[in-house]
């Protein structure tokens, strides 16, 4: 939506998992590759009035090179790096400011479940 932060996001191809989906979504819309990438246990559900469905999506947290270069596709007009104290304060969605809670607290501070979530990334 136009004048909004968002969450990379989309929908699965036929037979393909979520984790992958996830991890081409993020090459589609941005161009980067993950060093390390993680299941969150926050998911979030949204009704959809097109097609008058409740869809639930699990949520991924991915680690990028602090140089990376993004190539934006053209579902967006601008990026930035925000600290995750800020994404929250930045997401339209109520249902997307949960994960960076999750992030900051098990992914980045090595929580105790951090290795439990890590998801092996093959580029």
């Known amino acids: 939506m ?3 932060w968002q969450l990379i996001s989309g929908g699965l191809e036929p037979d393909e998992t979520a984790w992958h989906g996830a991890l081409r ?6 161009g980067l ?3 390390e990438f993680y299941r969150l246990s926050t ?17 991924f947290c991915a680690i990028v090179e602090e140089d990376a270069a993004v190539t ?9 790096w925000v600290d995750v104290d800020e994404a929250a304060s930045r997401l339209m969605w109520p249902g997307d400011r ?3 809670d ?3 607290t098990v992914v980045l501070a090595n929580g105790i479940a951090k290795e439990h979530m890590r998801i092996p ?3």
Do not use: K
């Open 43 to 59: 998911v979030t559900t949204f009704y959809r009035l097109d097609n008058d469905s409740l869809n639930t999506a699990p949520m």
């Open 102 to 104: 999750e992030v900051q």
């Open 25 to 30: 979504e993020m090459r589609e819309e941005t």
């Open 72 to 80: 934006m596709n053209s579902e967006h007009t601008a990026f930035e």
């Open 121 to 123: 990334v093959y580029r």
């Open 2 to 4: 136009v004048g909004t």
């Open 98 to 100: 949960q994960a960076p």
């Open 33 to 35: 590759a993950p060093g």
